[in-house]
Each structure stands twice: as structure tokens, then as C-alpha cells.
């Protein structure tokens, strides 16, 4: 029997964390046993902000050996980088063309990324624009959406289209997503639909796929975000390259919630956070953790949890050092390969579905 088809990836920016892993890698590799599975480094999408040349070709690879140290299989899965199959970004325009603004500016994540230059729903914006500081009262509901829309990239509105294309190209079954990109594999089924109504049937249309706990890895010192690369502070994350001693320092200044019970509850949001971390780590379920510091506070239970995450950061690094940068570069090239035929097949289906001369 043929295995569904899997397409997932992630940006090279920013430091890899446990969240990254927990929420997605850690789930790859479990996948890629059962489905047919293309995993990508999405560097196209990593150029929606601005970066700096060099450390975006260092980040590229190290975020292809974090891949590789955790467990994803070139012999079992196609690895590569997004860039070196041009077909992604031919797609996405011609998948412009059927997009809509209206679909675009549904997007949470655009108007969350975009809001990075403002204090608050109502706040102080402060942003340099052409050489000046502005530093005026800003209302969200009647200034913020006329902001955004002159003032930000064309490319962070426009992501979700390539994303769609990444995976539309592929045929594509199954996105493993946390919910916060739910919303774009909808935009992806959006578009589908109307190219196979207006054109012929043409892309499969993907379902995401998710897990209830590993999508949910909240930041250390607020439970109600996302652990984040991007975020201001350190002790948002553990990275998955971070020492012993900053994983302890980390763990230790993590939030906590009211009481001292160690108790896995929607009502603790923060300890809940923690306790999932233990148990994608252990494998050990939430309640038998409960169980275990029935009558212990939060300082025991930080220190294990401390243990239990430098337990496998250990190994974790050491596997890191086994890939050098000419070997990775090997296996992402070959992985290129392997693609690249589907790539090519599946838009030259959509350019003669258009009307275009093959």
C-alpha cells in the first residue's frame, strides 16, 4: 500500500529550542516510520524579516543537523532546503493570482508578527520610519490596520501563499502543524478547492495534522505564548544548544503558578507547561508525574525536571557534533534530488491547467 504523503518545515532563525523540538521534530520522527515524508528547511520564508547573509547560510545548515541529531533519516524521508527546489516560489505566484487580499488579511499570525513594533493593543508606537522616530498614541481598532498594511513587508502578508505552495507541490496529505498554523493549512485547502474548481482538478487537499500535547510548549516565563526564538528574553526558551548550567538557571527561574502542589491543570498553566515538557522528555504520563510529587513542592520538581532535560540535551549535542558541514550539505542536496521530479511534474500540471506553453 502507498503511505500518505507528510510535508513539514521550519525557519532557519533564530536558536532551535525544546519547543521546536517537542512540538514538531520529536513528532517527525515518529512519522516518518509511517508516512511518505518531505522535510524541508524553509528558507524562502526565513527572508520575510530581514537577515544578515552570513548567519543565515550558518543557521540553514545547523538547523538541518538539528534535524539530523534528532533522528530524521535521509534514508527514510527527502531533507532538503526549500531554495534549491525553484518550483516553491514559481507555485506561490501563480497561486497569488487566485488569492485573495480579503483571505490574506484573515491571517493572525501577520497581524501578531506585524504588531511587534507596538506596545500593547493600545499603546505608544515606536518604530524608525525614513530617519525619524515616531512616538505618538496609537488607537489598535482605527490606526494599526491602515499601519500595517503601507508599512509592512509584502512577503510576511504573502507567506502563508508560499506555504500553501510548499505544500500543494508535493501532493501533500497530512501537515503536522501546532494550532497556531491550523489556520494557514485552511488558507492552503482555500486555494486548492478554487484552482481545482476553476481550472480541473489539480492538488490534493491536505488535512493538518496534529498532537494534543508537544503542539502546546509554552514559554518559560510566560505560559501563555509560545516558546519562541524571536523572544526578547533568554529565559523565554531553552535552546537546544544551551549548557547544563543555563538549562538549571532556566528551569529555576521559570514561573510558576499560586500553591505549591504539583498539580496538571488547565488552572496552572504554568506548571501544566512544565509537566508536559517532563513528560515528552520521560515518557512518562502527566498524572504519574503528579503522582510522583504528591506532598513535594516546586523547587523538587524543578530539579528533576532540570535533570531530566539535560539528560537529553547531553546526547542530543554530542550526535550534533557529528555533522559537518560538507556532509549535511551532501544530504541535502541528494534530498533535493529526490524532490525535485515531483516538483517538476506537479507544476507543469498547473502551468498547462493555465493555459501556459510547456
Not at 28 to 56: G, M, N
Not at 73 to 86: A, G, M, N, V
Not at 122 to 151: C, P
Request: one cysteine or more.
Amino acid at each position: 500500500m502507498n503511505k500518505k504523503r507528510i510535508f513539514s518545515g521550519i525557519q532557519p532563525s533564530g536558536n532551535l529550542h525544546l519547543g521546536n523540538y517537542l512540538g514538531a521534530i520529536k513528532n517527525w520522527v515518529k512519522l516518518q516510520d509511517e508516512y511518505d515524508s518531505i522535510f524541508c528547511v524553509v528558507d524562502l520564508h526565513a527572508i520575510t524579516v530581514p537577515q544578515d547573509p552570513e548567519r543565515l547560510r550558518r543557521q540553514t545548515l545547523d538547523v538541518a543537523k538539528v534535524y539530523l541529531a534528532s533522528g530524521i533519516d535521509p534514508e527514510k524521508c527527502s531533507l532538503f532546503i526549500q531554495s534549491h527546489i525553484s518550483e516553491h516560489a514559481e507555485l506561490a505566484w501563480m497561486l497569488n493570482t487566485i488569492a485573495k487580499m480579503q483571505d490574506l488579511l484573515k491571517m493572525s499570525q501577520f497581524v501578531d508578527k506585524a504588531m511587534k513594533g507596538f506596545d500593547g493593543r493600545r499603546g505608544v508606537l515606536k518604530k524608525k520610519i525614513e530617519g525619524q522616530i515616531i512616538n505618538r498614541e496609537v488607537l489598535f481598532e482605527e490606526e494599526t490596520e491602515q499601519y500595517l498594511i503601507y508599512k509592512t513587508g509584502v512577503g510576511l502578508f504573502d507567506y502563508p501563499v508560499l506555504m500553501a505552495a510548499d505544500i500543494l507541490l508535493y501532493d501533500t496529505e497530512l501537515v503536522p502543524v501546532g494550532k497556531d498554523q491550523v489556520q494557514h493549512i485552511e488558507l492552503t485547502r482555500t486555494l486548492a478547492n478554487r484552482f481545482n474548481k476553476k481550472f480541473g482538478d489539480t492538488f490534493v487537499i491536505p488535512k493538518p495534522y496534529t498532537t494534543e500535547v508537544g503542539q502546546n510548549i509554552m514559554g518559560l516565563d510566560d505560559p501563555t505564548k509560545k516558546m519562541s526564538k524571536s523572544a526578547a528574553s533568554e529565559y523565554n526558551y531553552i535552546a537546544l544548544t544551551d549548557d547544563k548550567e543555563t538549562v538549571k538557571r532556566k528551569i529555576k527561574k521559570a514561573v510558576t503558578d499560586s500553591g505549591s502542589e504539583i498539580i496538571y491543570s488547565n488552572d496552572k498553566p504554568a506548571l501544566k507547561n512544565l509537566i508536559n515538557i517532563y513528560s515528552l522528555l520521560s515518557d512518562i504520563p502527566a498524572k504519574e508525574i503528579e503522582k510522583r510529587y504528591k506532598g513535594k513542592g516546586y523547587a523538587d520538581f524543578k530539579t528533576d525536571l532540570a535533570d531530566i532535560v539535560v539528560s537529553f540535551i547531553r546526547p542530543f549535542q554530542e550526535k550534533l557534533k557529528e555533522y559537518d558541514d560538507e556532509k549535511v550539505l551532501e544530504i541535502l542536496r541528494a534530498g533535493a534530488e529526490k524532490v525535485r521530479p515531483l516538483a517538476k511534474k506537479k507544476l507543469d500540471e498547473v502551468k498547462k491547467r493555465i493555459g501556459f506553453i510547456i
